[in-house]
């Protein structure tokens, strides 16, 4: 590399599924002015490997098995201040990032946006920036503004693991997928199951996968 040649900056890609992460990393690589250093498939190797590596972002999936995007992103935000988080994941904005802005990322966008947005939302995290979508941007100036008025939603009293096993549930999935998925016991998931329905009222298991199923067709529709 010529004095002349900027240097390529370095960045960390975390995500569960090996297919999502060649494909970042076949695209990443083809910028002149970035490459992945790293991958990770879950959160233990991702602290490993910022400890050692310096990345200069992380793209962070939030569902990953074990330790979900969420708790990583508040353990790199509590160790690793200086390094900025841009989440790149399938669910749709306006159930995780809310979530993700207040655990300590710098941006929020969906996989299904093109290569273009995509590339320009990792730049301008790189920068300094904040990347969130128009239309999310309006929803988190109305939340916030309204914050003191507004009565909160028994949804925001989920914790982040909650939220994941509800939005779980109302994609369909059974106790044991969803053990699966999270690489936790049944026991465990039923043990969210059992606070997710006090937490939100509903009496048995029936009303939590119709409330669940009316929730996450709601959220991802708006």
Known sequence: MSKDTPKRRRILVVDDHP????????LIDHQPDMTVSDEAENAYQALGIISNACPDLALVDITLKGVNGIKLIEDIARKYPQLPVLVVS?????????????????????KQEDDVTLLAAIRQVLDGGVWVSERMTKSLVLTFANKGDAERSPIDLLTNRELEVFGLIGQGLETREIADILCRSVK????????????????????LVQKAVAWTLRETAS
């Open 19 to 26: 297919i999502v992460r060649k494909g970042l990393i076949q």
């Open 90 to 110: 399938m669910h749709d904005e306006s159930l995780y990032a809310e979530r993700s802005f207040r655990a300590g990322a710098q941006g929020y966008i969906m």
């Open 188 to 207: 465990t998931i039923e043990t969210h199951r059992g606070r997710i329905k006090r937490k939100l009222n509903v009496r048995n298991n029936a009303q």
